[in-house]
């Protein structure tokens, strides 16, 4: 190996690994080829790709961040202490300290780290002078460091993309601080892991400690990003900016209409105050294969991440068998989602699942779904007219109802898209699998809305109350189905699947 390469295929250890832009880095340097390690304090929260090695490792932790850092090439400095508190800045110090220390000491080549974006010289906030800082700080040792700054980072889960759908769903008219009309240069996920990627292989420079500034194709300011928001939402928003609104005032807006992110969003906010500018070409010099997207293309990748992220979800692995309801929100979307537990085993239970709706009903409280499928009607929906093509079998791409299936994996999920006429998208699914006791089997169901602003957030508030009698009823009338399967033929109206499969094991035995 030449003095100014690293490995090819180094190891490379992640710090911030349930963080956002740690968790983002894991696959793609595991698809890479290269021996990845991650550490977080609380390694069992760290979703990592087969063949992550995961460690714990407190930030604070001096013999466990040692440890972590045995046989490491390239290190990827992704901590911060942005929302522990306000003393987040010597936090971050002591942090950065401790680190580049126990990396010089374990004979780490390299040491990547990501900063925000912000002009060295003039007024910076608190926020970003302490990510500069931290640059320094590792560099301090004599390793090399390779830093990239960047601004708004807009992708699927980051607390910028959070605010900015918050803050837009929720609000149809906005009177904004100033800082909304400050120009920032934002940077799809995507781009900023490419760059993290490719850092741990690039020819070492005649710098020890290099900063990359790197942002998309398009300089807007906030208020743009909010209004470019609303544009592919199909929303209509007016962003009134006004003077009178102070950081501290900032704060308190933005805990009001964002309180998931609000503790980080005022230190965010902060340093949007202050442009956020790509200054220089270096990254694209050093980096030419790397080519950012724009604002609209980022946003499309955000949008297109989120839906994924939640037809990826297995509820039933996230819950368990508890059937206490949760309500939660996920990616941009209201979840209601509650269990029960049958007697019977899956391919018995899912029968009575795969044949809901028709001339069967929801079994239960079938005059509420009838007075919103009427309803449905006068809004020019399908409401009931398009009932079942089959009483009995489900196939992907059948109507039932006002609902389209989406996908049928019998005996172990069935996905329901709505096509009734409402503010937003909806979805409902079921889940089934054995219990872990081996007895019974638990059927999962999970409604899925994507509300359109605040009427569509009205909306699900609205018929929220009503998902306890409806869809508990639903369950109980699943569980009573399964039950008259188990008793047999003669007790049970519904020729489903599993009961013709008995039937005929019955006829090949006699």
């Keep these: ?69 045995e046989g490491i ?38 040491i990547v780290y990501l900063g925000g974006l912000g002009a060295d010289t003039g007024a910076l906030s608190e926020h970003l002078a302490s990510r500069q800082e931290v640059g320094r700080l590792l560099a301090a040792t004599g390793i090399e460091v390779v830093e990239f700054r960047a601004s708004i980072v807009i992708g699927a889960g980051s607390t910028s993309w959070e605010m900015i759908r918050n803050l837009t769903e929720k609000l149809p008219a906005m009177t904004t601080p100033r800082w909304v009309r400050q120009d920032a ?73 964002t309180p998931k992110q609000a503790t980080v969003g005022r230190q965010l906010a902060e340093s949007l105050r202050f442009p956020t500018v790509v200054g220089d070409d270096r990254a694209r010099r050093d980096f030419p294969h790397i080519v950012p997207v724009g604002v609209d293309e980022a946003m499309d990748a955000a949008f297109a991440a989120d839906r994924h992220a939640i037809d990826a979800t297995s509820w039933l692995a996230e819950f368990g068998d508890n059937p206490t309801p949760r309500h939660e929100q996920r990616h941009g979307r209201h979840v209601d989602s509650r269990s029960i537990s049958v007697t019977c085993p899956p391919e018995a239970a899912f029968d ?27 809004l020019g929906g399908p409401g009931h007219r398009r009932g079942r093509r089959d009483p009995y079998a489900l196939v992907e ?26 503010p937003g998208e909806g979805w409902l699914v079921y889940e089934l699998a054995t219990r872990a006791d081996g007895e019974g089997t638990t059927v999962r169901q999970t409604a899925i809305y994507d509300a359109k602003g605040v009427i569509g957030r009205a909306y699900w508030y609205l018929v929220l109350p009503f998902h306890h009698f409806v869809f508990n009823g639903t369950l109980a009338g699943i569980e009573r189905e399964c039950l008259a399967l188990i008793e047999g033929p003669d007790t049970c109206p519904l020729p489903g699947s599993w009961q013709r499969e008995v039937a005929r094991r019955g006829e090949q035995e006699a």
């Design 73 to 110: 090439d390239v290190a990827y400095y992704l901590v911060h202490t942005l929302g522990g508190g306000a003393e987040y800045r010597e936090r971050d110090r002591v942090a950065a300290n401790l680190f580049a220390e126990a990396a010089r000491d374990a004979g780490v080549r390299r």
């Design 185 to 257: 240069q934002p940077i799809a996920i995507t781009d900023v892991v490419a760059y993290l990627v490719a850092a741990a292989t690039t020819p070492q420079g005649a710098e020890p400690h290099r900063v990359y500034e790197i942002g998309g194709s398009d300089i807007v300011s906030y208020g743009d990003l909010l209004r470019l928001y609303a544009h592919h939402r199909g929303l209509r928003r007016l962003v009134i900016p006004v003077p009178v609104l102070s950081p501290g005032l900032s704060g308190w807006w933005l805990y009001l209409f």
């Design 352 to 378: 009575p699942v795969a044949c809901i709706g028709g001339e069967r009903g929801w079994y239960a409280f079938d005059t509420l779904w009838d007075i919103r499928g009427f309803v449905d009607i006068l």
């Design 1 to 69: 190996m030449s003095p100014g390469t690293i490995n090819e295929r180094p190891h490379v250890l992640v710090t911030g690994a349930t963080g956002y832009i740690g968790s983002s880095v894991l696959e793609p340097l595991a698809d890479a080829g290269f021996a990845v390690r991650a550490s977080a304090r609380t390694p069992s929260a760290v979703r990592a790709p087969q063949g992550v090695e995961v460690v714990a490792a407190d930030a604070f932790d001096a013999r466990a961040v040692r440890a972590s850092l």
């Design 397 to 422: 791409g059948d109507h039932l109802e006002w609902w389209r299936v989406e996908r049928v994996e019998a005996p172990r999920l069935l996905r329901l898209k709505a096509e009734m006429k409402m």
